[in-house]
Antibody, heavy 118, light 113 residues
């Protein structure tokens, strides 16, 4: 079955960077992209950006454009999301989701909790 | 950005009763030539990722119980649960995937009376 498995929880200090992975299985990796969505504690869903697994093309949300990077490793069917210059209000669960930019996000990874605290 | 506004923010419904959640988009999400509304509904239970319920505004995802239905077009949409079950307690989000960036409603928390 189609599945996205994310890396484990992280604790980071303000100003640091975090890199979260999302490993895909059960479908042709390069036929879809991956979007990343942030959910702060008790809050709603916020789209962060998208990467094509076919050619690495990216589309970042304006809010994150200066401190986010997304990359792919087709040899392991894995997408990475790096967020730099972390602040306490970046504390959130980060989700990856399969996204071909025509259909809605489906499925989603299990989520990765990133805690930013001094 | 297309702003998505859900109503109500929270909803308390008795078991077996109908639950209705509304979603309004700041501009139309109807693709005129494809005649499809780029509107999805997700269900999120505590500690879980969102789960796709409905896409193209009214197409039920495989495996989703038929008590869930979506309707609407253009800018106004509705998610209806015809007979509320205990396992339907969750937060529900609408999302438009017509414009860039994709955007979500703020969520509607559904509880049992």
């Amino acid at each position: 079955q189609v599945q996205l498995v994310q890396s484990g929880a992280e604790v980071k200090k303000p100003g640091a960077s975090v890199k979260v992975s999302c490993k895909a299985s059960g479908y042709t990796f390069t036929s879809y992209g991956i979007s990343w969505v942030r959910q702060a504690p008790g809050q709603g869903l916020e789209w962060m950006g998208w990467i094509s697994a076919h050619n690495g093309k990216t589309n970042y949300a304006q809010k994150f454009r200066d401190r986010i990077s997304m990359t792919t490793d087709t040899s392991t069917s894995t997408v990475y999301m790096e967020l730099r210059s972390l602040r306490s209000d970046d504390t959130a669960v980060f989700y990856c989701a399969r996204d071909n930019q025509v259909l809605p996000f489906d499925p989603w990874g299990q989520g990765t909790l990133v805690t930013v605290s001094s | 950005d297309i702003v998505m506004t859900q109503s109500p923010d929270s909803l308390v419904v008795s078991l077996g009763e109908r639950a209705t959640i509304n979603c309004k988009s700041g501009q139309s999400v109807l693709h005129s030539s494809k005649k499809k509304n780029y509107l999805a509904w997700f269900q999120q239970k505590p500690g879980q990722p969102p789960k796709l319920l409905i896409y193209w505004a009214s197409t039920r995802e495989s495996g989703v119980p038929d008590r869930f239905s979506g309707s609407g077009s253009g800018t106004d949409f509705t998610l209806t649960i015809s007979s509320l079950q205990a396992e339907d307690v969750a937060v529900y989000y609408c999302q438009q995937y017509y414009g860039n960036p994709p955007t979500f409603g703020q969520g509607t928390r559904l509880e049992i009376k």
